[in-house]
């Protein structure tokens, strides 16, 4: 449909940057965002968030808590996982 003009020959064409590693193979002692911890336990980031809730029917108390990174005054501070204790509990689960 749209055609794009031609590359010149001593620029490469634009590529989208690698896959990241997965979440398995960093640091256990580091932090994991919400898509980390997707890829960790295997669930959605919605069924991450109903697991957090209190309000949900899916509720998990032994799901591991999100730490608040910063000083916690912002509205717009990091939440992330510690991957160390999303592995335990991913350890402890029951196998399927």
């Given at each position: 449909m749209y055609d794009r003009p031609p590359t010149p020959p001593n620029e490469r064409p634009f590529r989208l940057a690698p896959p990241s590693p997965f979440a398995h193979d960093k640091d256990?002692?580091?932090y994991a965002d919400y898509r980390e911890a997707s890829a960790i336990t295997g669930m959605s980031e919605g069924s991450i968030r109903n697991?957090?809730?209190?309000d949900s029917p899916y509720?998990?108390?032994?799901f591991p808590r999100p730490r608040r990174l910063g000083n916690g005054n912002g509205k717009r501070s990091a939440v992330?996982?510690?991957?160390?204790?999303?592995?335990?509990?991913?350890?402890?689960?029951?196998?399927a």
């Amino acid at each position: 449909m749209y055609d794009r003009p031609p590359t010149p020959p001593n620029e490469r064409p634009f590529r989208l940057a690698p896959p990241s590693p997965f979440a398995h193979d960093k640091d256990p002692h580091g932090y994991a965002d919400y898509r980390e911890a997707s890829a960790i336990t295997g669930m959605s980031e919605g069924s991450i968030r109903n697991r957090l809730s209190r309000d949900s029917p899916y509720w998990d108390p032994t799901f591991p808590r999100p730490r608040r990174l910063g000083n916690g005054n912002g509205k717009r501070s990091a939440v992330r996982f510690i991957r160390g204790e999303l592995y335990a509990w991913v350890a402890q689960r029951p196998e399927a």
